[in-house]
């Protein structure tokens, strides 16, 4: 038995059903929250949106242009992020239950959630002291180049460059292997030095072909890349359709569409 809430802390107390009031009825019950910030502490009554608690945990910080203002995260992920951990909560007390016979208060704080996707910022933080800027589509910490979304023809590419392995697979995609010997190529440290030239010596390659060839070349050479693609291009991947993650269904009003 799982009683899952996802109310304003102790609302459900003031109704005479909180955890203390049921584990009383059933000592196996399974009492599951998923709050903002909590059921306890001082942010413990804020209240909380997907939005908001993208502006309170630093996602926004670190979102968008070096000089435009912090921006939200296209998807709800602060959303999405505390109902897997709640899911995980969940599952983590029932088997807890199996050795014990016993069920619990379990409780998942969104901002909690996403604290730990931030980890490369936090990083940044403690090795230079300074605030974590904001890096467009750049690596947050200017560490790695090439590491950019790049125009294309028909629309943009995501490119990542980890080792020295995918940089030069790179030039070979780009059949440009003679950019080696630049000095400001050479390793990741002068690209990163020479991040600007590095970025529009990619651009000038991805600009003159369709995204979808460019993906077809880097893939071909083992470089990690990938179009950016659009929500209807996505909805219609062969490659989830073949596993059986998306399918076609007959809606009553809207007709044939996409489901997962």
Not at 40 to 64: E, H, K, V, W, Y
Not at 126 to 146: C, D, E, F, I, Y
């Amino acid at each position: 038995d799982v009683l899952l809430e996802n109310f304003s802390p102790g609302t459900l107390d003031g109704l005479g059903v909180g955890y203390d009031v049921l584990k009383q009825v059933n000592p196996r019950l399974v009492y599951a929250t998923g709050t903002g910030f909590g059921i306890s502490g001082p942010d413990r009554d804020n209240l909380a949106m997907d939005f908001t608690i993208q502006a309170a945990s630093g996602i926004m910080s670190i979102t968008g242009d070096p000089d435009g203002p912090p921006m939200k995260a296209g998807p709800t992920l602060v959303d999405f992020m505390g109902g897997i951990h709640l899911y995980a909560a969940v599952m983590t007390a029932l088997l807890q239950r199996t050795a014990t016979g016993q069920g619990q208060l379990v409780e998942v704080a969104m901002q909690e959630t996403v604290y730990p996707s931030l980890a490369s910022s936090y990083d940044y933080h403690l090795r230079t002291g300074k605030v974590p800027p904001r890096a467009g589509n750049r690596q947050a910490g200017l560490s790695t180049a090439p590491y950019n979304v790049y125009p294309a023809a028909d629309g943009h590419v995501a490119i990542h460059i980890v080792t020295a392995g995918h940089w030069r697979n790179l030039l070979k995609a780009m059949d440009r292997e003679a950019a080696g010997a630049d000095p400001r190529f050479a390793t990741n440290a002068d690209r990163v030095a020479h991040m600007d030239a590095t970025d529009a010596f990619v651009a000038a390659w991805t600009s003159s072909l369709g995204k979808m060839e460019i993906f077809a070349r880097a893939k071909a050479h083992r470089v990690p890349c990938a179009p950016v693609r659009t929500a209807p291009e996505v909805m219609n991947d062969p490659h989830m359709h073949e596993r059986g993650m998306l399918e076609h269904v007959d809606h009553p009003e809207l007709g044939d569409i996409i489901v997962p």
